[in-house]
C-alpha cells in the first residue's frame, strides 16, 4: 500500500513562483526515481523533470534554468520548484515515483499522486 500525496498548486500571475511537494507513504523499502508530468487540457501527459536516488536530474527544454528538482530522501518526499511561471505552464501536475515495497522480492512498481492544478494567468 503505497500512496503520493501532492500539494502547492494554485493560481500565480505569470513570473511567479510555486512549489509543489509529493511525499510517499506506505510500504516502503526504497524509493528510486522521482518524475513530474503535467498535462494541460485536451492534451497528452508529458515528462517535466526526473530525478534518480542519486540526486541526477534532467527536465525538458521548456523549464530549463527556471524549475529545479529535488528530493528529501529521510521524508520519502520530492519536489518541484517553478520560477518565473509562463501562462503556457499551466496544467495539472502529477507526481510519479518508482517504489521497492517488499524487503524480500526485488521488485519495483510505479505509483502516481492525485496530480495538482497550476494555473498561470498573464
Known amino acids: 500500500q503505497v500512496q503520493l500525496v501532492e500539494s502547492g498548486g494554485g493560481s500565480v500571475q505569470a513570473g511567479g513562483s510555486l512549489r509543489l511537494s509529493c511525499a510517499v507513504s506506505g510500504s516502503i523499502v526504497s524509493v528510486f526515481k522521482m518524475e513530474w508530468y503535467r498535462q494541460a487540457p485536451g492534451k497528452q501527459r508529458d515528462l517535466v523533470a526526473s530525478?534518480?536516488?542519486?540526486?541526477?536530474?534532467n527536465y525538458i527544454d521548456p523549464v530549463k534554468g527556471r524549475f529545479t528538482i529535488s528530493r528529501d530522501n529521510a521524508k520519502n518526499t520530492g519536489y518541484l520548484q517553478m520560477n518565473s511561471l509562463k501562462p503556457e505552464d499551466t496544467a495539472v501536475y502529477y507526481c510519479r515515483a518508482e517504489v521497492r515495497t517488499n524487503p524480500r522480492d526485488f521488485v519495483i512498481f510505479s505509483y502516481w499522486g492525485q496530480g495538482t492544478q497550476v494555473t498561470v494567468s498573464s
Open positions: 530525478i534518480t536516488s542519486g540526486d541526477i536530474t
